[in-house]
């Protein structure tokens, strides 16, 4: 199985600067045929089930905010969070679907 | 709008069969463009991914539940379905229904709001 971890577990950001969340695979997920990483990253509230953010690695899905950016190749992502905002408190996963099982990094809990 | 809804026990008993029910609105679970699936999250704690179906039957399954894990689709109700058998305390989780785009396969873009299901005597 790939495992995805990240970095770091939580971290607390003043509002308005930047948080930066890191995740690693095991192995490569950038399918060679098509140029593609398949990874992405969800946002979780409280309570609520996962939201996605980003797919393939580097696409913001339909309606989230362009603070919200992404970047990496092969084993090594990023997800950045431009000028935090107060309903960006949440826990972020990274996630690989290049091979089955998916799998999900632990998670990282962002916090004012 | 789609919307997915999970139902079913909130309380299993050890070594019983955990059954649930995903309800979608909004649109066809016999559309070619989709997968569904499930996913699961142990209080506290990270997702797992358990499965997926396509339309035409075909089932992805996680390989450390493979052997206890079967989804069904049922088109005439538009739902599809989870059971897991010979369920252990380390089942109990909020249980996600989720749909998965076939030109971004594996990522999961609508999800339902979660049921928790305990396994418990």
């Known amino acids: 199985d790939i495992v995805m971890t990240q970095s770091p577990d939580s971290l607390a950001v003043s509002l308005g600067e930047r948080a930066t969340i890191n995740c690693e695979s095991s192995?490569?997920?950038?399918?060679?045929?098509?140029?593609?990483?398949?990874l992405a990253w969800y946002q979780q509230k409280p309570g609520q089930p996962p939201k996605l953010l980003i797919y393939?690695?580097?696409t913001r899905e339909s309606g989230v905010p362009d603070r919200f950016s992404a970047s990496g190749s092969g084993t090594d992502f990023t997800l950045t969070i431009n000028s935090l905002q107060a309903e960006d408190v949440a826990v972020y996963f990274c996630?690989?679907?290049?091979?089955?099982?998916?799998?999900f990094g632990q998670g990282t809990k962002v916090e004012i | 709008q789609l919307q997915l809804q999970e139902s079913g026990p909130g309380l299993v008993k050890p070594s019983e069969t955990l059954s649930l029910t995903c309800t979608v609105s909004?649109?066809?679970?016999?559309?070619?463009?989709?997968?569904w699936g499930w996913i699961r999250q142990p209080p506290g704690k990270g997702l797992e991914w358990i499965g997926n179906?396509?339309?035409?039957?075909?089932?992805y399954y996680n390989k450390s539940l493979k052997s206890r894990v079967t989804i069904l689709l049922d088109t005439s109700k538009n739902q599809f379905s989870l059971n897991l058998s010979s369920v252990t305390a380390a089942d109990t989780a909020v249980y996600y229904c989720?749909?998965?785009?076939?030109?971004?396969?594996?990522?999961?873009?609508?999800w339902g709001q979660g049921t928790m299901v305990t396994v418990s005597s």
């Open positions: 989720a749909r998965v785009l076939v030109v971004t396969p594996g990522a999961f873009d609508v």
């Open positions: 909004g649109d066809s679970i016999s559309s070619r463009s989709y997968y």
């Open positions: 179906m396509y339309y035409s039957g075909s089932t």
């Open positions: 192995q490569s997920v950038l399918y060679s045929s098509n140029n593609k990483n398949y």
């Open positions: 393939w690695a580097s």
């Open positions: 996630q690989q679907f290049y091979i089955t099982p998916w799998t």
